[in-house]
C-alpha cells in the first residue's frame, strides 16, 4: 500500500454502506483473505463487498456491473451477481459493488474429490458460458490473444520458473499452440481468467465460478485451458467429451496457455516464498501439479 492509498477495513466498508446503502451498514462484515486487484469482505451470509484495491482502472468491476446481471440467469452454476453500486466518494476515492455471495471454498484451498463430477460440470458451464457475444461486448487486451501474441508473457513465466527437467517438453507444448491456426469463429463470452482461486467448491466438485473482471468475447481456448488447470489428472478427455465443441487447433492453444498459466501460478508460488506482493505461496505446488498434466495431456 502506497502513502497515497486508503487502507481497506471492515469499518471502512461499514461506513461506506452507512453513506449509500445504509439499509445494508447493520449486517455482519468479514475479510475474505486473497484479494489483490479487488478485495472482498463478506456481508451477512448472502453478500459480499467487493473493493476496487490495486486494479489501476475500475473497468473490471464495471464490467461485472454490467454484464453479469445477463449471464447470470443463462449459466448452470451460481456466480456473484451486482446487487447494488458503490460510487467513489469523498470517504473513499474508487469503485465498489456489493454482489451475490456464491457459498463455498476456492479451489487453491480444497481439492476437488469428485474428478468426473467436476469434469462434466465445468463443461456445462462453459458450454453455456460460450456463446456468441453482442457488439458491445468487451474484447480482450491482455486475455484472449492468440498464444503468439503472448511471447513474451511465456517467455518471462519460462525463464522465471520452468523446470529444468520439463522445460523442453514445456516449449514444445508452448510451439505448438503458437503454430495452431487463430479462431476463425465469432467471439463467445469468456471468462478468461480460470485458476484455482476464482472457481469454488463445495461437496467434492465445483459449485460456483468468481471474479469475472477479465470477462471479453473472443476465443474460448483461454477457458479451455481449464481442463489441465483446474481438473484432476485423468479427467481432460471426459471434459472435452461433454464440452463437445473444441475442434483440434482449439485444444492446441488450450493446451499451450494452459501451460503459461502453470507457470505463472508457480511464479505467484515463488514470489509468496519469497515475501513479495501479490505472491502465493500455496500456488507454487498447484502449478506445477497442473503443469505435470499440460504434458500428459491427461
Given at each position: 500500500m502506497t502513502d497515497t492509498e486508503t487502507e481497506i477495513t471492515a469499518e471502512l466498508v461499514r461506513d461506506l454502506l452507512r453513506e449509500q446503502h445504509p439499509d445494508l451498514a447493520g449486517l455482519p462484515v468479514r475479510e475474505v483473505p486473497g484479494g489483490w486487484g479487488n478485495q472482498m469482505w463478506r456481508l451477512g451470509d448472502e453478500l459480499a463487498v467487493r473493493v476496487q484495491?490495486?486494479?489501476?482502472?475500475?473497468?473490471?468491476?464495471?464490467?461485472?456491473?454490467?454484464?453479469?446481471?445477463?449471464?447470470?440467469?443463462?449459466?448452470?452454476?451460481p456466480v456473484p451477481t451486482p446487487v447494488r453500486l458503490g460510487e467513489p466518494s469523498g470517504r473513499f476515492p474508487k469503485h465498489w459493488t456489493v454482489m451475490t455471495w456464491v457459498p463455498g471454498e476456492p479451489l487453491d484451498l480444497c481439492p476437488l474429490t469428485r474428478p468426473a463430477h467436476a469434469a462434466d460440470t465445468l463443461a456445462d458451464f462453459?458450454?453455456?458460458l460460450h456463446v456468441e457475444a453482442p457488439a458491445a461486448a468487451p474484447v480482450g487486451s491482455d486475455f484472449g490473444a492468440h498464444p503468439k501474441k503472448c511471447a513474451d508473457g511465456f517467455e518471462h513465466f519460462f525463464q522465471a520458473v520452468a523446470p529444468a527437467d520439463v522445460a523442453a517438453a514445456t516449449r514444445a507444448v508452448w510451439d505448438d499452440a503458437v503454430a495452431a491456426p487463430e479462431w476463425d469463429g465469432p467471439p463467445l463470452w469468456t471468462h478468461g481468467d480460470l485458476h484455482p482461486a476464482n472457481v469454488v467448491v463445495r461437496d467434492g466438485t465445483l459449485s460456483g465460478i468468481v471474479d469475472f473482471g477479465a470477462l471479453f468475447a473472443g476465443d474460448p481456448a483461454w477457458d479451455l485451458a481449464a481442463a489441465w488447470v483446474l481438473l484432476p489428472a485423468g479427467t481432460a478427455s471426459r471434459f472435452f467429451a461433454g464440452y463437445a465443441r473444441a475442434d483440434e487447433p482449439t485444444i492446441r492453444r488450450a493446451r499451450g496457455l494452459a501451460a503459461m498459466k502453470c507457470l505463472f501460478l508457480m511464479l505467484m508460488g515463488r514470489n509468496g516464498t519469497?515475501?513479495?506482493?501479490?505472491?502465493?505461496?500455496?500456488?507454487?505446488?498447484?502449478?506445477?501439479?497442473?503443469?505435470d498434466r499440460v504434458l500428459r495431456g491427461v
Open positions: 484495491r490495486m486494479d489501476p482502472t475500475p473497468e473490471p468491476q464495471l464490467k461485472e456491473r454490467r454484464w453479469l446481471p445477463l449471464l447470470a440467469p443463462l449459466l448452470p452454476l462453459l458450454r453455456a519469497q515475501g513479495l506482493p501479490g505472491g502465493k505461496p500455496h500456488w507454487g505446488p498447484l502449478g506445477r501439479e497442473a503443469l
